[in-house]
């Protein structure tokens, strides 16, 4: 009998990776039967049957329909009065506070899943389920939640979940990773830390043959976006070819801290250079654009930063390759936006004074290492040329 | 009582946060408090409602040295794994992804670490935040409970749901200060505890009020205008309850019912929990030149500009608008979620009927019989509309300072016995006035004593001086009996208790009042000489189980344990507790080494605080079972101040705990039972309860 193998496909993944994945799914179409699990999201799906069902057609669909919406508030208050039995034991260090009290109050409540999915037949048929492994800012919507539901009902049947690396793990939240039967992974350090931090056995990890990691790794921009957001930067061109050197920020709103400590810090830095924050026109929290965030939030900081401009692209954040293109230093504050790249060019850094831990190649995880690293990259920028120096000075040379 | 040199720290969470308790600040500030704005880096930009007012807040991120870095790290590791295995074994989880948990927990860490660094660093004499709800300021209320700094709390807004977190407002804060009764109503329901509750009126109304008063005309034309609307159109304010993900109102669904006429200017007010795509959505949908849809503009301006208010659910802005008295119609989608229309001070109307219910309205106004209601409604929601709200919060913050000032340097006082100890017990009865029940308590008395080794002592205050006389007269010449007048007319029963105490000639004290008979008295003088105050067993005329003891409940404050059953049908033992009430026993070298009662201290706490203090001087506290006592009527008494209770945990910060010390399997469901106070069925219940 063939057994089945359930994947449910990840929506932020699917953007990303613009459906490489599918090629992982293409080999077990030998020996299994694929069922694809995808939300309840019209462009995904369409997007989906035209890209790839018509060339897989062996792969079958599952729509994972809404079954209930919205969880009364006395159903609720049962939840988190049934979590804050299941662990008021569990006391938090050095204040010694139960965890409950600061898990259930506040967060947790608005945590509870509201939208429920049916689940597909999950019989003796099915062989294994596989999910990504989200890193936290990418773990939105209904893959992130589903994937849980999909997990209970695996473990109660016995049927072993895997969970795959999409994006390089994050080693400072990876509570969410503990979840699994299985782990396939595409770098030996991402074996090392599932084993070292997590206590998983070396017996549960698989480690993917080094082929597959652009399969795996975030796609940049098609040449055509990149223009299109040349043209909608056009604006501020003179500051960009002004020979002032550009330092661009790529904002994250949940690292807001980090953000207004790097403003900050750069505002002590006596070399001369501008300063342009990078945004996104869809991002908000309740009732604020990230874009008024920025103009309400960080108002001491910017007044005293060199500060020039706040570009507002619809762009993605993960693609430092384009803004390293028109920028003489990109600094993130988010470190999962700049680590699922096979490379990364030599003007992008990312800085977090608060975790320290974070895996990456490019981190500046300090204060003292960021005023030396901006310094000395001025510096030696100095001895650098714009495209029209270069020109007019060989022009002089002749 | 002078405020300079007095530290406060204000947690700055959400822009209404910072509303409700920025007069208050104001008020200190100028009266010489400094203020230590204090927030976190969190998903919500808490730091905004502070750089509205121009003030920059400390964040907690900023103490974070490598060290602490590195302890967080640890401790993500170990809490990671207890966690993800009951995420695992237990089905309750199944609604919580832990995609969402993973964040959360690591700054929960973060925040443990830096608020506990923070309080060690700063020199903080009060903590004010919004409530203890949340988990920062939960966890704030918590280490300045554990450090003994006081936590005053104000009501976040009009409370009428049921939700889980508000079972939990009273758990480490000094005082709530709350609106008006119905606040303390609901939240003595959901297991709060009103000895905490201290009714202010609302701080925000102090100014909005004063704001607004004859203005409406001129806000109505800033409102239109703002909104490119015509004026000279009735303006009808649409208020959405607290957003779609807590009270699952309909909206949609009763926008696309409801009328909309041509004659009217509408303003629909979306709540600001509500998610900004949400509310783009709204817009496109049913924007129209007159149907306005706004999030982020001041409701205020909106609320006085406004001829009628129609609520769309549960909002704080409705009861507010009540306060602007503004006509409001309640609009029916459902029959069980009816609330305002329930307290009769607004009509419930279908969507389908809104214009025409608006147009009554504005022809003929509201009716007396809903006048009337909402008149006693609001005072029940508000207390007050007198602008002094404000007033009454920096009275109770300044009691709450000079208590906690007094407290840290004064030590209790020393007894000075009157007599030398030459009988075995002393039986001291504090006399209240009632004649049948000192009778009670006399003949019971006679019956247990040895009269050849102990005195019966009955102490009257200077305001029963008659009554003393007449007992005197009648009772003279039975030598074990005797009788004191205390005559410098300090009526508090602990004055009473210490009157007695310096009286007594017993080497071995009992305390209690007149309505309390012994029935079991099998104690032996050892049991009496190790430092110990013994407690009884009370039970009342018909037999049940009246006080097993004295604990403190998860609010922290006092709860006197029993079991409404007959006697028999307890197994009482002895059980050591770091409070006792009712009655105590001990040596008089026992008493000699607490001190005196306190006499600052209400009445209704009085043997509580003596044996709390006896508990912290050494001594131990046990409700033994070899003294069963019965209560043949329990008289209450005055407080002596006008915030007694807040006075006593004032005092007590921080010692108030749980406090059964050694407990068995048994009374380990006992705690459990104690710890989960609120029964959940009550959710379940509609919101809101009967009221006129």
Redesign the interface.
């Known amino acids: 009998m063939r057994k089945k193998v359930l994947f449910l496909a990840p929506e932020s993944e699917t953007f990303y990776l613009r459906c490489k994945y599918l090629y992982l799914i293409r080999e077990l179409l030998s020996r299994y039967n694929v069922e694809v699990i995808i939300g309840e999201n019209p462009t995904l799906y369409q997007f989906i049957e035209k890209s790839w069902l018509s060339k897989f057609k062996e792969v079958s669909l599952f729509k994972a329909e809404e079954a209930k919406k919205n969880i009364p508030i006395s159903e609720r208050n049962k939840y988190l009065a049934s979590t804050k039995e299941a662990i008021e034991d569990i006391r938090v260090s050095p204040a010694n506070i139960e965890l409950w009290k600061l898990l259930v109050l506040d967060d947790l409540a608005g945590s509870i899943v509201q939208e429920f999915h049916k689940l597909p037949e999950i019989n003796e048929k099915v062989g294994a389920v596989i999910t990504p492994l989200y890193h936290t800012n990418r773990a939105q919507g209904f893959g992130s939640y589903y994937q849980f539901q999909l997990y209970k009902t695996c473990r109660e049947k016995g049927i072993p979940t895997v969970g795959v690396e999409f994006q390089q793990l994050s080693d400072y939240y990876y509570y969410h990773y503990y979840f699994y039967d299985f782990y396939i992974v595409k770098q030996e350090s991402s074996s090392f830390f599932l084993q070292g931090k997590l206590g998983v056995s070396e017996s549960q990890i698989f480690l993917l043959k080094e082929k597959y990691t652009p399969l795996l790794t975030d796609t940049t921009l098609p040449p055509q976006a990149i223009l299109k957001l040349f043209e909608d930067i056009e604006s501020f061109s003179k500051e960009i070819y002004s020979g002032t050197p550009l330092i661009t920020v790529v904002h994250s709103i949940s690292e807001r801290y980090s953000v207004r400590r790097l403003i900050r810090i750069l505002s002590k830095i006596s070399m001369d250079f501008n300063l342009i924050i990078v945004t996104h026109p869809s991002n908000s929290v309740l009732f604020l654009k990230e874009r008024e965030i920025i103009l309400e939030a960080y108002v001491d900081e910017l007044s005293r930063s060199k500060f020039k401009e706040m570009l507002n692209l619809d762009t993605p954040r993960h693609s430092p390759e384009f803004f390293s293109i028109f920028s003489d230093l990109v600094i993130y504050t988010e470190p999962a936006e700049v680590n699922n790249h096979l490379s990364l060019p030599e003007n992008v850094v990312y800085y977090s004074p608060l975790r320290r831990k974070e895996n990456t190649r490019t981190a500046i995880l300090n204060d003292a290492q960021l005023i030396s690293y901006v310094e000395n990259k001025l510096r030696k920028d100095k001895k650098r040329k714009t495209f029209r120096e270069c020109i007019e000075s060989i022009i002089e040379e002749a | 009582m002078k405020l300079k040199g007095k530290r406060g720290l204000f947690f700055v969470g959400q822009p209404h946060h910072m509303r409700l308790w920025k007069p208050v600040l104001e008020r200190l500030k100028k009266e010489g408090m400094e203020i230590l704005y204090v927030t976190t ?1 969190t ?3 808490f ?2 409602s502070a ?2 007012y121009g003030i ?1 807040p400390l ?1 907690i ?1 900023d103490l ?1 040295d ?1 060290k602490d ?3 967080e ?1 640890e ?3 170990r ?6 295995e ?3 074994n ?1 089905k ?15 700054h ?6 830096a ?2 660094k923070l309080l060690e660093r700063e020199k903080i004499d009060v903590i004010f935040a919004l409530h203890e ?3 920062w300021s ?2 704030l209320a ?2 300045s409970f ?1 450090k003994g700094i006081p936590f005053i709390t104000l009501q976040e807004g009009a409370y009428y ?5 508000l079972s ?1 407002h009273t758990e480490y804060s000094t005082a709530n200060l709350v609106w008006g009764q119905q606040t303390v109503d609901l939240l003595r329901k959901l297991g709060n505890a009103p000895e905490k509750n201290i009714i202010v009126g609302d701080t925000h109304l102090d100014w909005a009020i004063p704001k607004y008063k004859g203005k409406e005309k001129f806000y109505k034309k800033k409102v239109c205008k703002d909104f490119s609307l015509d004026s000279s159109k009735p303006l009808i304010y649409l208020i959405q309850g607290s957003g779609k ?4 109102y309909p909206l949609g669904a009763v926008l696309a019912l409801m009328n909309i006429s041509e004659d009217f200017n509408y303003i629909l007010k ?1 709540h ?6 949400y ?1 783009d959505d709204l817009r496109e949908k049913y924007e129209k030149e007159n149907f306005k849809i706004v ?2 503009y001041d409701s205020y301006d909106i609320l006085a500009g406004s001829d009628v208010c129609v609520t769309l659910g549960l909002s704080t802005l409705t009861f507010e608008a009540f306060a602007f008295k503004k006509p409001v119609l309640e609009i029916e989608h459902n029959k069980e979620d009816v609330y305002f229309a329930n307290y009769g001070v607004a009509p419930l109307v279908k969507p389908q009927k809104l214009t025409e219910e608006i147009e009554k309205v504005l022809k003929r106004g509201i009716s007396l019989e809903i006048k009337k209601n909402i008149e006693r409604w609001l005072e029940y929601v508000f207390y007050k509309f007198d602008c002094k709200a404000t007033e009454r919060v920096v009275d109770v913050i300044k009691f709450i300072l000079r208590e906690k000032g007094f407290y840290s340097k004064k030590k209790a006082k020393p007894f000075v016995f009157k007599n030398a100890p030459r009988l075995r017990y002393s039986f001291n009865v504090v006399v209240l006035g009632n004649v049948n029940l000192i009778a009670e308590t006399l003949n019971r008395l006679l019956d247990t004593i040895n009269p050849e080794i102990d005195e019966i002592n009955l102490v009257f205050p200077k305001s029963l001086r008659n009554l003393y006389m007449e007992f005197k007269e009648n009772f003279q010449g039975k030598g074990v009996i005797n009788f004191y007048l205390e005559k410098d007319g300090k009526n508090s029963l602990s004055a009473l208790y210490n009157f007695a105490i310096e009286n007594s000639k017993g080497n071995f004290i009992l305390l209690f009042k007149e309505g309390i008979i012994p029935l079991r008295f099998f104690v032996k003088e050892e049991e009496l000489k190790d430092n110990v105050l013994l407690g009884a067993v009370v039970i009342d005329k018909a037999g049940r189980v009246k006080h097993l003891g004295v604990t403190f409940e998860h609010n922290n404050v006092v709860y006197r344990l029993y079991e409404d059953v007959e006697l028999s049908k307890v197994p009482v033992k002895s059980r050591e507790f770091k409070a006792l009430d009712y009655v105590i026993f001990g040596s008089r070298e026992t008493f000699r080494k607490v001190g005196k009662f306190d006499e600052r201290i209400s009445d209704y706490y009085s043997m509580i605080d003596f044996t709390l203090s006896a508990h912290y001087a050494g001594i131990r506290n046990v409700l033994s079972d070899k003294l069963i006592f019965g209560m043949v009527s329990n008289l209450s008494f005055q407080p002596l101040t006008p915030y007694s209770h807040v006075q006593f945990y004032t005092k007590w910060r921080g010692k108030t705990e749980y406090n059964l010390l050694k407990y068995t399997e048994e009374d380990k469901v006992d705690i459990y039972e104690l710890y989960n106070p609120v029964e ?1 069925g009550l ?2 219940d509609e919101a809101g309860s009967p009221l006129l």
Do not use: C, D, G
């Open positions: 880096h998903f919500f930009p730091e905004m750089l509205k920059s964040y991120e974070l490598e870095i590195e302890y790290e401790e993500y590791k809490l990671s794994r207890i966690l993800s009951r995420h695992r237990y309750v989880f199944n609604l919580f992804s832990p995609n969402s948990i993973t964040k959360t927990l690591r929960i860490i973060r925040e443990v670490i608020f506990e709800l949340n988990r939960k966890l918590y280490l554990r749901i049921k939700h889980f977190s939990f993900e807590f009270l699952e979306i600001p929990t509500a998610q900004r795509n509310v999030q982020n959940w959710y379940h």
